[in-house]
T-cell receptor
Framework: SQQGEEDPQALSIQEGENATMNCSYK?????LQWYRQNSGRGLVHLIL?????REKHSGRLRVTLDTSKKSSSLLITASRAADTASYFC?????????????FGQGTRLTINP | DAGVIQSPRHEVTEMGQEVTLRCKPI?????LFWYRQTMMRGLELLIY????????DSGMPEDRFSAKMPNASFSTLKIQPSEPRDSAVYFC?????????????FGNGTRLTVT
């Protein structure tokens, strides 16, 4: 299976601290994406990192990718209560001109005020 | 941009009944995906379409499930007959893939409860 697996399954930290979530996957990928899901809502795209990139930043988000270890990490710096959500990694491939995304089980992040 | 629109938001039905979930993708997007989310199994890709054509339906759990995309602005996921184990949140997502990768845009899902 190409499915990514996030670690930890749940993470609870204090506001202002940094939060790090990890993702491992099994097969070769073209790109890896991170998504966020608030309770009762659909997933929202956060950031995409290509297989030839090692690190990418977007605001308070930092994503790393190690293709030799088949792993990625998402770092949220200076966390806020509003960052409380579930975070998913997704690996993708283009099949017959369509992008197929397979998601991991997610990390539930709780930011305590 | 209204985003991906799913209906209904909630559906409660009895076992054996037919259920139809609806999705309107973002205008101009050429790929559409149906996912199912449960606590036990996480997010499962059921089927996806490219330019209204089904590409991969290997995630559809059984013949009781069927999906159609009659045009670029509408898709349905049908379960007939429904069973309690079909209870889940069903998400539709769309994207525009034009030679490069693009993010998926998700609807807010349909929470299905089969009693």
């Amino acid at each position: 299976s190409q499915q990514g697996e996030e670690d930890p399954q749940a993470l609870s930290i204090q506001e202002g601290e940094n939060a790090t979530m990890n993702c491992s996957y099994k097969t070769s990928i073209n790109n890896l994406q991170w998504y966020r899901q608030n309770s009762g809502r659909g997933l929202v795209h956060l950031i995409l990192i290509r297989s030839n990139e090692r690190e990418k930043h977007s605001g308070r988000l930092r994503v790393t990718l190690d293709t030799s270890k088949k792993s990625s990490s998402l770092l949220i710096t200076a966390s806020r209560a509003a960052d409380t959500a579930s975070y998913f990694c997704a690996t993708d491939a283009i099949i017959q001109g369509a992008q197929k995304l397979v998601f991991g089980q997610g990390t539930r992040l709780t930011i305590n005020p | 941009d209204a985003g991906v629109i799913q209906s209904p938001r909630h559906e409660v039905t009895e076992m054996g009944q037919e259920v139809t979930l609806r999705c309107k993708p973002i205008s101009g997007h050429n790929s559409l995906f149906w996912y199912r989310q449960t606590m036990m199994r996480g997010l499962e890709l059921l089927i996806y379409f490219n330019n209204n054509v089904p590409i991969d339906d290997s995630g559809m759990p059984e013949d009781r499930f069927s999906a159609k995309m009659p045009n670029a602005s509408f898709s349905t996921l049908k379960i007939q007959p429904s069973e309690p184990r079909d209870s889940a949140v069903y998400f539709c997502a769309s994207s525009l893939v034009a030679g490069d990768y693009s993010p998926l845009h998700f609807g807010n899902g349909t929470r299905l409860t089969v009693t």
